[in-house]
């Protein structure tokens, strides 16, 4: 086996959505999107299922198979990207809650399905998804009429606690929500730690679920680690990897391990990640390829058989900023042939 093992611990997705569950006085449902961030929707979903979890969001009505396959027909399905012309057959078949985000789509629903559940997405400043004020006022009577099962809007900066635009979205989802009796959710994890004025009905957290900022209290919940497939030694001024991108300093000793661009490891770490032997910190020298990277081991004091890229030394958000990205990119990009595990509930 000479691929990465990424190690998913879904006991530390359940501890998240307890932690953020209980900063809050309403719902707390989960967003699996993006194959559960990257880490299987399906065994996330399960997870949480099984700890209470009765909503669950995507972004599209195709990433709503797995989960519906997994956890039968009982929990609430939304999607975030509504009901576009394609979508009515999955939305009907596996009993989905589009949010919806324009007239249009609205329009779209009411005559393609009568009488089946949906939700209604506003945006209150974002500019992305959902409906505008005077879109909204003109068809709220009408929409609300209908029983929506939620209506949401999404924060742009929930991230900075101090952002004016958080205090103005509120404004704006309250004069185009208060006196409604529709369930309403404002929150995803930055929006949880704003506090309580931003709970509303419904929590919709994704990242924090899975250990990554801005929720800083959160469990870890994965680790990554490379094998080793080769060590040599190169004398001073040889050179190493494509375009003789680094040069060794002195007589050093470089290990070649399993990983590249190819599982999600960005090029743009070229000669800058870190990867660890125990607290050892050791520098990928040259280029990312596109599926092996190469490291200095010279202080290491025995050749290891692998090396760690996430953990306990460095967290999916060290990397990101190393990167010069952020963890949820990381986490969607973790490649396709690690050899996962996964563990917990
Ligand atoms: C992705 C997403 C979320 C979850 O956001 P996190 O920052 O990952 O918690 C919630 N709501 C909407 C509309 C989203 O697109």
């Given at each position: 086996?000479?691929?990465?093992?990424?190690?998913?611990?879904?006991?530390?997705?359940?501890?998240?959505?307890?932690?953020?569950?209980?900063?809050?006085?309403?719902?707390?449902?989960?967003?699996?999107?993006?194959?559960?961030?990257?880490?299987?929707?399906?065994?996330?979903?399960?997870?949480?299922?099984?700890?209470?979890?009765?909503?669950?969001?995507?972004?599209?009505?195709?990433?709503?198979?797995?989960?519906?396959?997994?956890?039968?027909?009982?929990?609430?399905?939304?999607?975030?990207?509504?009901?576009?012309?394609?979508?009515?057959?999955?939305?009907?078949?596996?009993?989905?809650?589009?949010?919806?985000?324009?007239?249009?789509?609205?329009?779209?629903?009411?005559?393609?399905?009568?009488?089946?559940?949906?939700?209604?997405?506003?945006?209150?400043?974002?500019?992305?998804?959902?409906?505008?004020?005077?879109?909204?006022?003109?068809?709220a009577e009408l929409a609300l009429s209908q029983d929506p099962?939620?209506?949401?809007?999404?924060?742009?900066?929930?991230?900075?606690?101090?952002?004016?635009?958080?205090?103005?979205?509120?404004?704006?989802?309250?004069?185009?929500?208060?006196?409604i009796?529709a369930?309403?959710?404002?929150?995803?994890?930055?929006?949880?730690?704003?506090?309580?004025?931003?709970?509303?009905?419904?929590?919709?957290?994704?990242?924090?679920?899975?250990?990554?900022?801005?929720?800083?209290?959160?469990?870890?919940?994965?680790?990554?680690?490379?094998?080793?497939?080769?060590?040599?030694?190169?004398?001073?001024?040889?050179?190493?990897?494509?375009?003789?991108?680094?040069?060794?300093?002195?007589?050093?000793?470089?290990?070649?391990?399993?990983?590249?661009?190819?599982?999600?490891?960005?090029?743009?770490?070229?000669?800058?990640?870190?990867?660890?032997?125990?607290?050892?910190?050791?520098?990928?020298?040259?280029?990312?390829?596109?599926?092996?990277?190469?490291?200095?081991?010279?202080?290491?004091?025995?050749?290891?058989?692998?090396?760690?890229?996430?953990?306990?030394?460095?967290?999916?958000?060290?990397?990101?900023?190393?990167?010069?990205?952020?963890?949820?990119?990381?986490?969607?990009?973790?490649?396709?042939?690690?050899?996962?595990?996964?563990?917990?509930?």
């Amino acid at each position: 086996m000479s691929t990465g093992r990424l190690i998913i611990d879904l006991d530390a997705v359940v501890a998240n959505w307890r932690a953020l569950d209980a900063m809050t006085n309403c719902k707390t449902g989960a967003v699996v999107k993006a194959n559960g961030y990257g880490l299987g929707a399906g065994n996330v979903a399960k997870a949480l299922f099984k700890e209470g979890v009765r909503q669950f969001f995507v972004a599209v009505v195709e990433e709503a198979v797995a989960i519906r396959e997994e956890l039968g027909p009982k929990p609430e399905i939304c999607v975030f990207s509504g009901h576009m012309k394609g979508d009515t057959g999955l939305i009907r078949d596996l009993g989905l809650t589009p949010m919806l985000n324009s007239v249009e789509q609205l329009t779209l629903h009411f005559e393609a399905l009568p009488a089946h559940p949906f939700g209604i997405q506003l945006d209150t400043g974002m500019n992305r998804l959902g409906m505008e004020m005077q879109e909204w006022a003109a068809v709220a009577e009408l929409a609300l009429s209908q029983d929506p099962r939620l209506v949401m809007s999404h924060l742009a900066c929930a991230d900075e606690p101090d952002h004016p635009m958080n205090p103005y979205q509120l404004d704006q989802f309250k004069k185009m929500t208060d006196g409604i009796t529709a369930p309403r959710s404002l929150a995803a994890t930055g929006g949880i730690l704003l506090g309580p004025e931003y709970h509303f009905d419904l929590t919709r957290p994704g990242i924090g679920l899975y250990g990554g900022l801005p929720f800083e209290n959160a469990t870890p919940v994965i680790e990554l680690d490379l094998p080793v497939v080769q060590v040599r030694d190169v004398a001073e001024g040889e050179v190493v990897g494509y375009g003789n991108a680094w040069q060794a300093a002195r007589p050093s000793r470089i290990a070649t391990i399993s990983g590249g661009y190819a599982d999600g490891i960005a090029r743009i770490l070229s000669d800058k990640a870190t990867l660890y032997h125990g607290d050892t910190a050791c520098p990928l020298v040259g280029r990312v390829s596109m599926d092996l990277l190469t490291i200095d081991v010279t202080d290491l004091p025995e050749t290891p058989s692998k090396l760690t890229l996430i953990g306990p030394q460095q967290t999916v958000d060290d990397l990101a900023r190393a990167a010069n990205t952020i963890g949820y990119e990381v986490l969607t990009q973790l490649g396709a042939r690690y050899n996962r595990k996964t563990f917990g509930k």
